[in-house]
């Protein structure tokens, strides 16, 4: 009985020690009984000092803890109430308490477990998810908006459809109405007459009933008359008989009592001996009732203790929200709580006796699990996936419990739900990766602002420079990031794949509109701005700009008024890029702050003579307006409205800076009024000398025309990614490519094969593309059309390129549709040579693929490199080239303790196993190589996995060798 209680104990206490989560055990009183380590870690107070204490002594509010307890035990449980504990070093920590009574076996209450979960986690997560869920929430009210309309217009459509089909259904339903009307009618007197003959049929039957029953009665009572007479008959033959036999029985009777009372006497003798016994039997019963007595408490006073140990570790268990097994030490469940039942599905006289790997998505790594709790006597964090409707990823701890003789009697173990923590890792990497970008990029310019200021004597020079390298160095990322973004955009995705790179992408085409209002205003102030006298149709150009913003109008439920002074000379000498510039700044400002209502783009003429005519450009809104203490410094740099302007709307305040900088440098001025609350005009005068020249035609961008498959195309570029970008661009059009790493490359190229147009980036090593142009215009004399592919849209460079005999330029990021129609118009029509002027670029269309479908395997990167076999080759190449170094690194790493290089090594491992197609398990298991080198915790489990880690990069590569040869071959 003792050993039974004592491994109990030892039960109970596993039970605690399992949980990852503070648990605490207290009394009636609310004093703290027993605890695990977690509540020691969360409180900063040791375990005897904890004894004893008050339950709420540990918390920030003490009144709201008491209720806590106080409520256990008024309700019996307590789910989900919030509480922070507070440790001894001033550490707080928020909770959510769950916990419940144990009794005994008259269902007194003993005391009660209380478990604490740690949200911290939970409150970031739900943060993100509210800011991605207002991000997804604005998104969705714009596509809302455009859609009511539409909505509206068939309902009312539909309604109209509707009261007509009313109108024709209440005639039939009249006349349906009187055609059941009648039916009842008859119904009715068909059911008067069925109950009449109802009723005489069950009378008849009545009567039929009563008739038989007095027939049987009668037939009855004359059987038994007959049957009394014979029994009277017999029984007087019977009496005669009796009495002679009692005569003869009283005779032998009388020699009967004699002897009787004879053997009474002896009797009597034998009773008196038999009393003597008796007594003393009685004494011996006595003392042995006593003995049973004392032995009967003793079996009750245990059975009470060993009920208790039970309800204590059954509440144990059940106070534990994550998923609880206890086994045997042949891997048998013996016992669970109803978390473990409700993740599984399974009743839980289903789970007792089977098999605990058998619940898992891989029963043989479930199986090691317990092996390794039996080897080691516990286990810590062993990841598994649970096989319910969700295949939820878990964390497995667990231990062993004994009885007294230290013999292994079972093992506890607890599953940690991780599927949200994984999916803040992935968030987490992905922000770290961006800040690594953004902190690369920041010191690239930090180095070459440093290296500006030691050249002070040509400041002009250097800054004009700096802006050059900052364009380059910002475009050239940023050209990939979206270029490969528009990409995916095209390919099958899931709805919310789908809202991540849309965000991605409107992040990206933000970041490159700050890019060319900083390089604009830095143009400004340089001097550099130069403002063009070419002749061209304002009244074409200003319908062709407001059209760029007719969808986001719409979108709104805006309504755009144009106003045109019809009596404004049909065509003009000036700079339409400038002007262009001006309007869509303050019309976009103009669309951005208003909600409701209208906008308002006037043009008029104010006066006209034989030379020149000045004409008026206002563009009202009803917005959110401008308070009178703001309107004088809204034209300055990075100035806006208010403080919240930009948290609430966006944008930089560079707008209306630049806007001011290209209308006084012309000659004019712009003025602002405006009303808080009611709207705002912002309008300025120019002058424009009047022509007789044709306007220039202005380019316009072809569509994506997939008959036209044989252009063959040159491109020059030296970074890999860009490369990447520019070979699927290429591929969607049709259209032939090759590479080139630099100029030098380019000309061997150019002089081996023929090619119909080059795409030349300007920065690249050993040879550039000013040098390899200058080299193809004047030593080959070779006439081929030229586009550069710029980062960098300054002034500077772009009269370099006109120099040296470029056609044309794109700016990072590539705009495919502008590419593609810049390659058509060059290859099709007589070559031109570039225009400086900046383009107005109009927003892509993006058509999305629904063909696409994400797995595991090569048909992962099947799939994103389009079934293209020179692309795969090439992908499989880089990783071949990449991962043997990155696996000598990593081991070099945990051999000389170099957790520095092991964790960049491992984070450069990470993003290929999916594009490889490597089990998810190892991108896990490498995080955790990254964690533990960060913490230098675990070493011996992280020699472990390095070693797994390098031994499937190393069979990877294997592998992919050998489908890198099938496809070649297949290929050949």
């Given amino acids: 009985m003792e050993r039974t209680k004592t491994h109990e104990s030892q039960y109970a206490s596993s039970l605690i020690e399992a949980s990852l989560d503070p648990l605490i055990t207290i009394d009636v009183d609310g004093k703290i009984t027993d605890m695990n380590q977690a509540k020691i870690n969360i409180t900063g107070v040791a375990r005897e000092q904890l004894i004893g204490t008050s339950f709420y002594d540990y918390f920030t509010d003490t009144e709201k803890a008491k209720f806590v307890y106080q409520q256990v035990f008024a309700n019996g449980s307590v789910k989900d109430l919030p509480l922070t504990f507070r440790h001894t070093n001033g550490k707080l920590t928020d909770v959510l308490f769950n916990g419940s009574v144990f009794k005994d076996q008259h269902d007194n209450v003993l005391g009660a477990v209380v478990v604490a979960r740690d949200i911290a986690e939970q409150k970031w997560a739900i943060e993100l998810r509210v800011a991605n869920k207002e991000l997804a929430f604005q998104n969705n009210e714009k596509e809302k908006r455009a859609a009511e309309l539409i909505i509206a217009n068939k309902e009312l459509a539909f309604q109209n459809d509707e009261k007509e089909k009313r109108a024709a259904e209440l005639i039939i339903a009249n006349k349906e109405l009187v055609f059941q009307n009648t039916e009842k009618e008859k119904r009715a007197q068909e059911l008067i007459i069925a109950n009449r003959e109802l009723s005489f049929q069950n009378d008849e039957k009545e009567k039929r009933a009563a008739e038989l029953i007095l027939a049987n009665e009668e037939l009855i009572y004359q059987t038994g008359e007959k049957k009394k007479r014979a029994a009277e008959l017999k029984i007087a033959d019977k009496e005669l008989v009796f009495q002679t036999e009692e005569k003869e029985k009283r005779a032998a009777e009388l020699k009967v009592a004699d002897k009787e009372l004879i053997y009474q006497t002896g009797e009597k003798k034998k009773r008196a001996a038999e009393l003597i016994i008796a007594d003393k039997e009685l004494v011996y019963q006595t003392e042995e009732k006593e003995k049973r007595l004392t032995e009967n408490k003793e079996l009750e006073e245990l059975s009470y203790s060993l009920k208790l140990a039970s309800q204590y570790a059954r509440s144990l268990i059940e106070a534990s929200l994550d998923p609880l097994f206890t086994i045997n030490p042949e891997g048998k469940i013996t016992d669970m709580n109803n978390a473990s039942v409700n993740i599984t599905g399974v009743l839980r006289e289903n789970l007792i006796g089977t098999d605990f790997f058998d619940y898992f998505t891989e029963p043989q790594k479930a199986r090691e699990v317990y092996q390794a709790v039996f080897a080691k006597g516990f286990v810590v964090d062993f990841p598994l996936t649970i096989r319910d409707g969700k295949l939820t990823d878990v964390l497995f701890n667990g231990s062993v419990y004994k009885d007294e003789k230290g013999s292994v009697l079972g093992a506890v173990v607890v599953a940690r739900d991780i599927t949200e923590r ?334 119909d147009i080059v795409l030349m980036d300007l920065q690249m090593p050993e040879m550039n593309g000013f040098e390899a142009t200058d080299y193809i215009r004047n030593v080959m004399h070779s006439n081929i059309p030229i586009i550069a592919l710029t980062a960098d849209v300054t002034t500077v460079d772009l009269a370099k390129c006109k120099f040296v005999g470029m056609n044309d330029y794109i700016a990072k990021p590539v705009d495919e549709r502008l590419l593609f129609s810049k390659i058509v118009g060059l290859v099709r029509k007589p070559v031109q040579v570039i225009n400086t002027n900046h383009e107005i670029e109009s927003e892509s269309i993006e058509i999305v693929d629904n063909k696409r479908i994400r797995c595991i395997d090569l048909q992962y990167l099947n799939t994103r490199t389009k079934s293209n076999p020179q692309l795969m080759m090439e992908m499989i190449s880089l990783y071949l080239e990449q991962t043997p170094p990155l696996i000598m690194a990593m081991n070099k790493g945990l051999a000389d303790k170099d957790w520095g290089t092991l964790h960049a090594a491992v984070h450069k491992m990470i993003p290929s196993f999916a594009i490889m197609g490597i089990h998810s398990d190892f991108e896990v298991m490498a995080k955790k190589v990254q964690e533990y080198a960060g913490a230098l915790q675990q070493l011996d489990l992280m020699s472990d996995m390095v070693l797994q880690l390098g031994n499937v990069c190393k069979q990877s590569c294997d592998e992919l060798e050998i489908e890198f040869n099938r496809i070649k071959n297949g290929n050949q």
């Fill in 422 to 755: 994984k999916r803040i890792e992935t968030q987490l990497n992905e922000a770290i990766v961006f800040a690594e970008m953004a902190t690369e990029i920041a010191e690239q310019a930090k180095n070459k602002a440093e290296s500006a200021t030691h050249t002070a004597e040509n400041a002009v020079k250097a800054k004009q420079q700096f802006l050059s390298n900052m364009s380059h160095e910002i475009r050239t990322p940023m050209n990939a990031i979206i270029g490969f973004t528009k990409v995916l955009i095209k390919t099958e995705m899931t709805p919310k794949q789908k809202e991540y790179l849309t965000a991605i992408k409107l992040s990206g085409d933000a970041l490159i509109v700050l890019i060319n209002d900083i390089l604009d205003l830095a143009k400004v102030d340089a001097g550099k701005m130069t403002f063009e006298q070419v002749p061209f149709k304002l009244s074409v150009s200003i319908a062709a700009m407001l059209h760029l913003f007719e969808s986001k109008i719409w979108e709104k439920n805006l309504l755009l008024i144009k106003e045109y002074d019809e009596r404004i000379p049909d065509v003009l000498l000036g700079d339409p890029v400038r002007l262009h510039q001006i309007i869509l700044n303050l019309v976009s400002n103009a669309v951005k702050f208003t909600s409701k209502g209208n906008i308002t783009v006037s043009v008029r003429l104010l006066e006209e003579d034989d030379e020149k005519v000045d004409i008026e450009f206002s563009v009202t809104d009803t917005g959110i307006g401008i308070p009178e203490s703001k309107i004088s410094s809204i034209f300055e740099n990075f100035q806006q409205a208010s403080s919240g302007t930009s948290r609430l709307y966006g944008g930089t305040g560079l707008g209306l800076a630049i806007v001011k900088q290209l209308v006084e440098p012309q000659g004019g001025c712009i003025k602002v009024i405006s009303e808080e609350g009611v709207g705002s005009t912002f309008s300025f005068v120019l002058s424009f000398q009047k022509t007789d020249s044709e306007a220039e035609i202005e380019t316009v961008i072809e569509e994506l025309d997939t008959d036209m498959k044989d252009i063959k195309v040159l491109v020059v570029e030296d970074i890999p990614l860009n490369q990447l970008l520019m070979k699927t661009l290429l591929d969607d059009f049709g259209f032939e490519r090759d590479i080139a790493g630099n100029g030098k490359i380019a000309i061997e190229k150019l002089q081996a094969k023929p090619f």
